[in-house]
């Protein structure tokens, strides 16, 4: 049995509120414990868009009765809100002691509570589930804009990748750049760290593990933004494992029946895969048990800010071989583009904060017992 640290994915969508049919707090994150995850951090690119203060706090609301894991929130920008960046960020990283503030702007008492926050400011510069776009001249104004020393995330894969680090150069502002998937994005990004720019990188499961040609195999189930690449590509991104600072699942889930539809939307689950997948790698040689630590766990913690417990962690099952199930236990869409997929390593317990959480497939907890950080 091997233990490890609490995982922490830094990217997930879990579609409330506004698409509870995909995914909710709950589903998703009993399926972030199932995989081994106590800490999920929650993209903005929902229905509406979290892009106000007011936004954000009601989706927050939602989740403090639902989540069974730790969960953190970015906020959004279509470059319309700057004003509200300075409202979410001092309730976030420094409550404020002007509680009077707060309420002037219409925020319900019970809100003021002692959460922590967002995380970060995510920005698509490609089209993707949601679609809200931004230019450069946008770009530029919102990072001139972000003053908190939370990360802004980027969604800038291919031909808008030199635009977002022109403005990173210009501006000096804290960059990650999620699901790189490309020898020709994960080259750039390597450069742009030898030139000194504050950027980090994640990859995802899905393009260290799969290639254009289960793409075509996949049909839509393997239809996600970025796109699978070719194996050059997942090579490229297996030799350069050091320059990758962090793994995301992107659990971008929906349902059956819109993956089935003439117009299937980008994206996969993947919060119950992510670590049976890395440790079959690792019993290959691919990695080392310590990546996989540094990977979802350290680094995400250092360069997100997240707390961390050393009473939160899990044991898992590294040498039973087993097939992954057609249906991942957990998550509301109900499949994944790994099932039939022969691995090793199954989350056993997990123990959040010294209490048990998730025994042998069971979740032991009630909705609402995870915290918002
Ligand atoms: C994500 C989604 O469905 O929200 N889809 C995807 O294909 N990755 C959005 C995103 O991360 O780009
Ligand atoms: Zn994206
Ligand atoms: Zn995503």
Redesign the pocket.
């Known amino acids: 049995m091997l233990t490890l640290p609490g995982l922490i994915d830094i990217h997930v969508?879990l579609r409330t509120p506004g698409q509870e049919y995909k995914e909710d707090f709950y589903t998703g994150t009993q399926a972030a414990l199932a995989g081994g995850f106590t800490t999920v951090l929650d993209?903005p690119?929902n229905k509406i868009p979290i892009t106000t203060q007011v936004l954000l706090e009601q989706k927050i609301e939602l989740a403090r009765q639902n989540i069974v894991c730790d969960v953190g929130f970015y906020f959004g920008s279509l470059g319309d809100n700057l004003e509200e960046f300075e409202k979410v960020t001092n309730r976030v990283r420094h409550p404020r002691p002007d509680r009077g503030s707060i309420n002037n702007i219409g925020i319900d008492s019970r809100f003021r509570g002692n959460d922590t926050g967002v995380f970060g400011l995510k920005l698509y510069l490609n089209p993707?589930?949601?679609n809200f776009l931004i230019n450069e001249e946008k770009l530029i104004k919102i990072y001139q804009a972000w003053s908190s020393n939370q990360p802004i995330l980027l969604?800038c894969e291919g031909e808008t990748m030199p635009m977002a680090l022109k403005v990173i150069k210009a501006t000096g502002k804290k960059t990650h750049i999620?699901?790189v998937s490309s020898k020709e994005e994960l080259s750039a990004i390597i450069e742009a760290k030898n030139a000194g720019l504050p950027v980090t990188c994640g990859v995802t499961p899905h393009h260290l593990f799969l290639t254009e040609v289960d793409a075509k195999r996949l049909g839509s189930y393997g239809l996600?933004?970025p796109y699978l690449k070719t194996q050059a590509d997942v090579d490229f991104l297996w030799n350069n494992l050091d320059s990758i600072d962090l793994i995301e699942s992107?659990h971008?889930p929906?349902t059956k029946e819109e993956k089935d539809s003439d117009n299937p939307?980008?994206?996969v689950p993947g919060l119950e895969t992510t670590l049976p997948l890395l440790l079959t790698a690792s019993s290959e040689g691919k990695l080392k048990v310590d990546d996989i630590k540094r990977l979802c766990h350290n680094n995400p913690a250092k360069i997100f800010n997240i707390p961390t417990d050393e009473n939160t962690y899990i044991e898992v099952d590294e040498t039973k071989p087993y097939t992954l199930n057609p249906k991942p236990l957990f998550t509301k869409c109900g499949w994944s583009p790994f099932q039939g997929k022969k691995v090793k390593g199954k989350v056993k317990t997990v123990y959040l904060r010294g209490e048990k959480v998730f025994d042998q497939g069971q979740i032991l907890t009630k909705p609402g017992s995870g915290k918002i950080i």
């Open positions: 969508h993209m690119n993707t589930t949601g969604h999620c699901h996600m933004k992107d971008a929906h939307p980008f994206g």
